[in-house]
């Protein structure tokens, strides 16, 4: 597995798993705010807007690229 993909599966895991405990402590209401990780120095995993947080899957994160440019999700 090369080290981008690998880097890019952690960085769902971490996304998700940080999203479950805001929102089990109270922190995230509904569908409220971003969660994002910057992977480089070109891309960018980010949270759907209006999806709730406590039911996000690592395949709903999409790639974007420092433009905003929607590339994967």
Known sequence: MTDMKWMDQEARKQIVQAARRLYLRNLLAACD???????NDEHILMTPTG???????EDQIALIDLEGKVLKG
């Not at 705010?33 to 910057?38: A, L, Q, T, W």
């Not at 999806?51 to 899957?57: A, C, G, N, R, Y």
């Open 33 to 39: 705010g971003n969660i994002s990780i910057r992977l």
């Open 51 to 57: 999806v709730s947080k406590s039911d996000l899957h």
